[in-house]
Antibody
Framework: QVQLVQSGAEVKKPGASVKISCKAS????????IHWVRQAPGQGLEWMGI????????SYAQKFQGRVTMTRDTSTSTVYMELSSLKSEDTAVYYC??????????WGQGTLVTVSS | DIQMTQSPSSLSASVGDRVTITCRAS??????LAWFQQKPGKAPKSLIY???SLQSGVPSKFSGSGSGTDFTLTISSLQPEDFATYYC?????????FGQGTRLEIK
């Protein structure tokens, strides 16, 4: 069965970076794009960007340009999202989600990133 | 960026009721509109895509309609498991944007 399994919770200091993984299984990894979305505590959903696991091409929300990097490792069927220069406002649950044509059909379980001094 | 505005922000309803949530885009989005359901502590779940297409496995009590800039999600015969937060999303153009959410609560 299709699964996206994310890495565990992180606590970071302001100015640090965090790198979250999203390991895919149960399907052909390179056939589906992966989106990253975050959700601050008690808030709505915010799109961060998308990666094509086949060629590695990416598109990022302008808000995160320069701070976010999405990569993939086809040998382990894993995508990564790294966010740098963390601020307290980056405290959120980060999700990866698989895009199947028009549908975001499978999601990771979420990774809580807490930014605190 | 395309702004997505949902109404209402919260809604109280009873088991068995039918409810409608509205989503308005700040510009036309060619029906590239999806609806998600989210329960506390869980990842969102896809319900509707392309404005009115039901995601596989989602019960037919959920339906979507609309075109251009105005869209609706209707849930018929509410059951306890339907009480959650609902988000619309446009995927016509980047950046993908979401509505602010509608919290559906039990009356």
């Amino acid at each position: 069965q299709v699964q996206l399994v994310q890495s565990g919770a992180e606590v970071k200091k302001p100015g640090a970076s965090v790198k979250i993984s999203c390991k895919a299984s149960g399907y052909t990894f390179t056939s589906y794009y992966i989106h990253w979305v975050r959700q601050a505590p008690g808030q709505g959903l915010e799109w961060m960007g998308i990666i094509n696991p086949s060629g590695g091409s990416t598109s990022y929300a302008q808000k995160f340009q320069g701070r976010v990097t999405m990569t993939r490792d086809t040998s382990t069927s894993t995508v990564y999202m790294e966010l740098s220069s963390l601020k307290s406002e980056d405290t959120a649950v980060y999700y990866c989600a698989r895009k199947s044509i028009a549908v975001w059909d499978y999601w990771g379980q979420g990774t809580l990133v807490t930014v605190s001094s | 960026d395309i702004q997505m505005t949902q109404s209402p922000s919260s809604l109280s309803a009873s088991v068995g009721d039918r409810v409608t949530i509205t989503c308005r885009a700040s510009q036309g989005i060619n029906n590239y509109l999806a609806w998600f359901q989210q329960k506390p502590g869980k990842a969102p779940k896809s319900l509707i895509y392309a404005a009115s297409s039901l995601q596989s496995g989602v019960p037919s009590k959920f339906s979507g309609s609309g075109s251009g800039t105005d869209f609706t999600l209707t849930i018929s015969s509410l059951q306890p498991e339907d009480f959650a937060t609902y988000y619309c999303q446009q995927y016509n153009s980047y950046p993908i944007t979401f509505g602010q959410g509608t919290r559906l609560e039990i009356k």
